[in-house]
């Protein structure tokens, strides 16, 4: 079987190395680099699949662990798979759980076989294998669904990720084999590329990776505490050895500077909940570096969000109304501040896409550091 | 100063003498009967302007005690008043305060010249008036506003509720004099006919009223509490004794069937929070009567809410979702709920204007109520 998805490569920007490209999918075509708004429990926080269309999100992820535990895979298999549940048309890329195995759940215990540990929420004892997360992915419906992982804590010793890797490369063919083996479908597996900040691991995980030809690779184990100078050289050392005929995908990276630093070495998708979970804090993401829009010195503003902004949000409410209603605990200030974020990162992989064509990306990275404030001697690790 | 609203009387449904009508304003035209959603902080709660439009609400409340606390009026003033804070260019009506004074504040003193009572969110000492009533709403600018009056608990002694008729008398025309003396505008200041359920005080009430020549008059005091037959019997010796050319609106109701007998009973307006209230709780309106959606029993019913139901939600998403949402405490979710059961409400209406056109209000009253369930020996007081 081969997958529906096909990435066609339409030029490289001349000043960063950056890629401009598409993703061809059966549900429509996705122009990279992307930032995909995460939706956990088949919805994206606060937001309808006519809003996230609106601010032109071109596909969406949602959470193969948080689904499996509810409502059930079955159910939403039954309900026609997650495109119909959530009334989402467009691509969906599912997670393996792999990440949320680790990061929730205290009580965990790993074999060659899988992982054993407890339901963050109801405490039950639960076990997921690569075939387990295969499976699951497969009722879910997602376009592109991921290999299951081991993502290791940062940091971590060179033996331990060692064994890692080989564990995480024999689990991602374990993977292959249960797809190969389900029922036929559309969707693309894409394997994770693990190995910390060791090189040679990283290396490794990719060799062993390719060899079993996926149709995209993710890069793993990045966002997990390391500073942002590490993701980039672990990018740095990454991305060329990956087949250019296929995407990558840096998981779990959304902000600002990491999107442009992340294209910049070669990446083509991005997700992250940072947008919408700041935005249910009251922060926003503007061309001047985040607002905390709840602040008193935005009582009396009249202003939009951002004023280089023409979103929904920005072309129809205030600094002052929003924070109102943020202070009042008014969900619809929070819808406003999601909405907001969502699209501040979209439209920004719009820019990066545009300057790239304009072979001026590193350029556009300077003036949109410069602004943001990221080049402040007091910028915090936005 | 002519007030800029008019009343246009279409018809009088020769079933039931319910009222068909008009009522124009300078934001635009209402047809008559109609329910209100209600904006207590400047926002439908969950909803954006645009959802509200897409249901065909044609004019929304707004709450002047809740405004004056949080953002404060001089604040929306500033904003360019209530309909460019919150992005509503149609109708707005604004009520007076005067019920949250008495339902929120445990500790008021009330005396001729107003009540003071203790803000419910800080604690603060505050004083309202007739005359600091009107000008907060003319700083919020709706284009119904509502005269000041007491409303006395259910029940109240007939010499209670003689003086507080006779106050909330002086109020009203206390409360014409500070609009006479304010800014002139295009706001349309309704009296409130107060008097519990003594027939000779509604009638007190009505005269008093009716002498300081409203442009619209509101029947309060009512869903306090006291069964629905007592809300009825107020509204037949109540409305017949209003001018004709003047509209009738019964304050804080919103269930199917009140709305329904309120029609019958010549009333004009309607407005309440039931709808998003029990949204926010999982539960719906529909054809076949209430539904809790976070029920067991809707969690593989891929239906949607209402099957006989048009709206947005029962387009695009199941019973099966929103209950996944709703369990999942997703915002999402509520947004659904309480968009639907506005959507229900305004569709009733809706289908009572049509009804009265065909002179069967009576017919479509019974089917309706058969159809809920009203009329099953175990119907709750819906």
Redesign the interface.
Known sequence: MTAAIRYEHIKTCQQSGARLGRIHTPRGTIDTPVFMPVGT???V?????EELKEMDAQIILSNTYHLWL??GED?VE??GGLHS???WDRPILTDSGGFQVFSLSDLRDIDEEGVRFRNHISGERLFLSPEKAVHIQQSLGADIIMAFDECPPYPASHAYMSDSVARTSRWAERCLEAQEQGTPSQQALFGIVQGGEYEDLRRQSIDDLISLDFPGYAIGGLSVGEPKSVMNTVLEQTTPLLPSGKPRYLMGVGSADSLIDGAIRGVDMFDCVLPTRIGRNGTCMTSEGRKVIRNAEF??D?RPIDEDCSCYVCR???R??I???I??K??????LTSYHNLHFLIDLMRKVRLAIKQDRLLDFREEFFEQYGFNRPDAKNF
Do not use: D
Not at 330 to 335: D, L
């Open positions: 429990l088949a919805t926080k606060m937001m309808s699949p509810r409502p159910l039954e309900a549940f959530m009334n009582a009396r009249f129809n409410y205030s002052a109304y924070r109102h209603l202070k009042a008014e969900t619809f200030g929070f819808r």
